[in-house]
């Protein structure tokens, strides 16, 4: 292991502890659910107020309110899910527990773990995060992607779960 590494995220140090998603990804979570379930729900909202001949401004700023409504309720999911998502890493595995009421629990063994990818859209670069894809051995698609990571975490998940000796990056 990279003792550089843990130097910098002194905070890895300790395994069995499991560790929330970065707080700056709360932010990215609520805005981008916001966001694109408004925007969604502005589609009917535009068709059921001009497909309404008695008065389309009523209808248009009722069904206004409802898309509100339907993306400040998917804004409050995505808070949700990213407070009660928490990942560590032992010995053994990759842990990640999501959910409360439907609850899920995903384990990657170190010894099915293919490659890692980031994935770092505009957002998560502005505030240091990176959504951490690993590829495991087994069928179809099987990875497990696990957005909300500060940079450097995944980093170092990247340095411990797939040492450089065994990567293939120029």
């Known amino acids: 292991m990279n003792t550089e590494i843990t130097k910098e995220v002194p905070v890895l140090a300790a395994e069995n502890e499991w560790r929330p998603l970065a707080p700056s990804a709360r932010k990215i979570f609520i805005a981008v659910a916001f966001f694109w379930t408004f925007i969604i729900a502005l589609v009917p909202t535009g068709i059921v107020s001009l497909a309404e001949d008695d008065s389309p401004r009523l209808y248009f700023f009722g069904m206004l309110a409802l898309a509100l409504g339907v993306a400040s309720l998917a804004a409050f999911i995505a808070y949700k899910r990213w407070r009660n998502t928490f990942w560590k890493l032992d010995e053994e595995a990759l842990h990640v527990r999501r959910g409360k009421m439907w609850f899920k629990q995903i384990c990657v063994p170190r010894s099915r773990v293919q490659h890692l990818d980031f994935e770092r859209g505009p957002l998560e670069r502005r505030y240091g995060l990176a959504t951490l894809v690993v590829h495991t051995a087994g069928s179809h698609e099987s990875a497990l992607r696990q957005s909300g990571l500060l940079l450097a975490?995944?980093?170092?998940?990247?340095?411990?779960?797939?040492?450089?000796?065994?990567?293939?990056?120029?």
């Open 153 to 170: 975490d995944a980093e170092y998940l990247r340095d411990v779960l797939v040492p450089k000796d065994r990567r293939h990056d120029a």
